[in-house]
C-alpha cells in the first residue's frame, strides 16, 4: 500500500500539483487519471522520488519515504518496478540485457537462473525469440512489454506505469493493460497507472484518482466513474464518444 | 554568478560519483568496456592528427631557421619539445573533446531526455555513479596512452617527412630527439594527459548528465560540452605550465 499526503510542487512559482491526498491499494490497479497537463506524471514522479515534492510525505507501507535516509530510500526503490512513458529501454543493451539488468546489479544470482527469470519474464509478457534484439529493431508496443518484464523482472512489491498505452494501437493498448492488471494480480503489487485514456480507465481502473488542475477532486472505481456528479470529470470521461454512446445507452 | 551556480553543480556532481556506488566488479567492467569503446574511437584519429602536426611543425621549423650557423639537427630538437610538451597533450586533448566528450555529453543526454536515466534511479541505482564514474575512470587511463600514442606518431611524421623532403637526414633527427633530453618532459606531458582527461570526461559527462529538453538541447548539450572542456583544458594547461616554469 502507497499513502501520499498532502504532495505540492510548483515549477517556476506555477502550482502544478496542489495538496494532494490518498492512497493506493495492494493488489489492485490504481489508476491516476486527468487531461494532458494535470500534473499526473509530476504526481506520480513525486512518489517515486524522481521529482521531489515542496510539500507532503509519501509512505511505502507505512515507511516514509520522504524523510527516508540515502540507504532506506534505495532499499524501498529496489522494490520498484516502473514502466516508462517511451519504454526507456537501454539503446545499447540488446532485450536480454535490458531485462536481466536489474538483476545483473542488484542481486548476486547466477547467469543460468537469471536467464532463466529473464525468459520467464519475456515469456510472461507474450515476447519470444527477441532476446538478441536491440530496442531499435522492434516495434512500439513490444518496447513496452520489454519494459514491463524489466520492471517485473526484481519480483517488485511496487509497480508504477506512466501512459503505459500512449502510442499505441487500440489492440495492443488493451492488451498491455490486461498485462498490467494480470501482473499486478499474480505479483499483488501495489500497481499505479497514470493515464488518460478511457479504454484503460474503464478496463482496468480497479482504484481511480482524478486530477483537474493539479487537484485531486474525484476518487472512486470504474462502476462508479459512470455516474458521478464531478463536472470536470463527467466532462474528461464524456469527451469521448464511445463512453458517450455507453452513457446514452443507459 | 551563473557561473560560480555552474561550477558549484559541477562540484556537487562529482561528488555524488562517489556516494551509493555500486560493487566495484560493475564498475570494473563498465570501464574497461569504456576504456575498449575509447581507444576504437580515437585512436586511428590521434595516430594520424599527431603524424601530420609532427610533418607540420618539422617543415615549419626548418622553412624559419635561415641562419647556416644553427645545426640541422635543432629542427627535430624543437620539434620534440613542442610535441612532448604541447602538440600531443593539448592539442589531442583538443580533439578528444571533440571526439570522445562529445559523444559522452550526446549519449548521457539522450539517456536523459528518453528517460533512461529515470529509469536507472527508480530501480536504486545512483545514476551519476554508474554512468559518469566509468567513463572518467577509463578517460584517465586511456588518455595518457593516446598522448604518449600521438608523441610517437608525431615524431614519426617528422621524421618520414625530414627524411622524404631533404630537410633533414634521419641520423641528424634522430640526434636532435636525443640532444638536451630531460625526461622530465614526458612526466609532465603525463601529468597535463592525466588533467585534462578529468577535465574532459568530467565536464562532458556533467554537461550530458543534466540535459533537459529534447533533442535541441542535447545538441546544445553536446556543443557546451566541447567548448567549456576546451576553454578548461588551454587554462589548465597555462596554469600546469606556470608550474614547470616554476619547476
Given at each position: 500500500m502507497i499513502k501520499i499526503k498532502n504532495i505540492s510542487k510548483s515549477f517556476d512559482g506555477k502550482?502544478?500539483?496542489?495538496?494532494i491526498s490518498g492512497e493506493f491499494d495492494q493488489g489492485k490497479t490504481n489508476l491516476i487519471i486527468g487531461?494532458?497537463?494535470?500534473?499526473k506524471s509530476v504526481l506520480l514522479k513525486c512518489i517515486v522520488g524522481l521529482i521531489v515534492a515542496d510539500t507532503g510525505k509519501v509512505f511505502y507501507d507505512f515507511r516514509n519515504f520522504t524523510e527516508a535516509d540515502k540507504d532506506m530510500k534505495t532499499q524501498i526503490r529496489r522494490e520498484i518496478g516502473m514502466l516508462f512513458q517511451g519504454g526507456?529501454?537501454?539503446?545499447?543493451?540488446?532485450v536480454e540485457q535490458n531485462v536481466m539488468f536489474p538483476l545483473d546489479v542488484l542481486t548476486e544470482m547466477k547467469q543460468e537462473e537469471k536467464l532463466d527469470r529473464v525468459n520467464f519474464c519475456l515469456q510472461r509478457v507474450?515476447?519470444?525469440?527477441?532476446?538478441?534484439?536491440?530496442?531499435?529493431?522492434?516495434s512500439g508496443g513490444m518496447k513496452k512489454r520489454v519494459g514491463i518484464a524489466r520492471s517485473i523482472v526484481n519480483k517488485p512489491n511496487y509497480l508504477f506505469c506512466d501512459?503505459?498505452?500512449?502510442?499505441?494501437?487500440p489492440q495492443t493498448a488493451i492488451k498491455i493493460d490486461d498485462l498490467i492488471m494480470e501482473i499486478t494480480h499474480e505479483l499483488n503489487t501495489t500497481t499505479i497507472v497514470v493515464t488518460h485514456d478511457m479504454n484503460s480507465v474503464m478496463g482496468i481502473g480497479e482504484k481511480i484518482m482524478f486530477l483537474f488542475n493539479g487537484m485531486n477532486l474525484w476518487e472512486g472505481s470504474s462502476k462508479d466513474i459512470m455516474d458521478s456528479e464531478v463536472s470536470e470529470l463527467q466532462n474528461f470521461v464524456f469527451s469521448n464518444k464511445v463512453m458517450l454512446n455507453l452513457k446514452s445507452q443507459k | 554568478m551563473q557561473f560560480m551556480k555552474e561550477f558549484g553543480r559541477y562540484v556537487t556532481f562529482l561528488g555524488l560519483l562517489f556516494v551509493r556506488r555500486e560493487t566495484l566488479k560493475t564498475y570494473y567492467k563498465l570501464t574497461v568496456d569504456e576504456c575498449i569503446l575509447i581507444g576504437i574511437q580515437s585512436a586511428t584519429l590521434v595516430a594520424v592528427v599527431a603524424a601530420f602536426m609532427g610533418a607540420v611543425t618539422t617543415v615549419q621549423t626548418a622553412y624559419n631557421?635561415?641562419?647556416?650557423?644553427?645545426?640541422?639537427y635543432i629542427i627535430s630538437q624543437v620539434v620534440r619539445e613542442m610535441t612532448i610538451l604541447?602538440?600531443?597533450?593539448t592539442i589531442i586533448a583538443i580533439i578528444y573533446a571533440g571526439k570522445v566528450g562529445s559523444s559522452m555529453a550526446g549519449g548521457l543526454g539522450s539517456m536523459r531526455i528518453t528517460e533512461q536515466i529515470d529509469a536507472l534511479e527508480v530501480m536504486g541505482i545512483n545514476s551519476a555513479s554508474y554512468l559518469a564514474l566509468p567513463k572518467i575512470l577509463a578517460s584517465i587511463l586511456m588518455y595518457p596512452l593516446l598522448v604518449i600514442l600521438a608523441g610517437f606518431c608525431s615524431l614519426l611524421g617528422g621524421y618520414v617527412v625530414g627524411g622524404l623532403a631533404g630537410i633533414i637526414t634521419p641520423a641528424d633527427y634522430t640526434y636532435g630527439l636525443r640532444?638536451?633530453?630531460?625526461?622530465y618532459s614526458i612526466t609532465f606531458a603525463l601529468i597535463k594527459a592525466f588533467v585534462f582527461a578529468f577535465l574532459i570526461s568530467s565536464i562532458s559527462s556533467f554537461k550530458g548528465y543534466f540535459t533537459t529538453g529534447g533533442a535541441l538541447e542535447v545538441g546544445i548539450a553536446t556543443t557546451s560540452a566541447v567548448t567549456t572542456s576546451i576553454i578548461a583544458v588551454l587554462l589548465s594547461d597555462y596554469f600546469l605550465a606556470q608550474l614547470l616554469y616554476l619547476r
Open positions: 502550482e502544478v500539483i496542489k495538496d487531461a494532458s497537463g494535470t500534473g526507456a529501454l537501454f539503446d545499447s543493451k540488446t507474450g515476447l519470444e525469440n527477441i532476446n538478441k534484439k536491440m530496442p531499435s529493431e522492434i501512459e503505459p498505452n500512449s502510442g499505441l494501437d | 631557421m635561415v641562419s647556416p650557423l644553427i645545426p640541422k604541447e602538440l600531443a597533450p640532444f638536451f633530453f630531460d625526461s
